[in-house]
């Protein structure tokens, strides 16, 4: 594993954490209609292995693709990637995943 894909692999597991330890189950809609996604729902979601794994592969494939696009961004003064306030950004795909999956399913059918 390289240096852009370590870093990626870390960032995804610590936005996950971050995001589902904040005030999600407060802030998701459905991206079409707009609807609430239960809070029980959220948790049903987030504390699914399988799940978790999708969305953390979500966040590191963008990552990566970001830092291959831009490889200096996001270093410290040695060369080193480190975490920085605007990688935070990418723990969207959490809501957007929650989100999308709810309307998709649960809105029509059971999961």
Known sequence: MNKIEEFAVAMSVLLYEMRIESD??????TPTT????????????????EHAHKIRHLIKNDIINYLEQCPDDWKDDK?????QTDVYDYSGHVDSYVEQLYEDTKETKDV
């Open 34 to 49: 707009n609807n609430e996604v239960p809070a029980s729902y959220v948790n049903l979601i987030i504390d699914d292995d």
């Open 79 to 83: 060369g080193e990637y480190e975490y």
């Open 24 to 29: 999600i189950m407060n802030t998701l809609v």
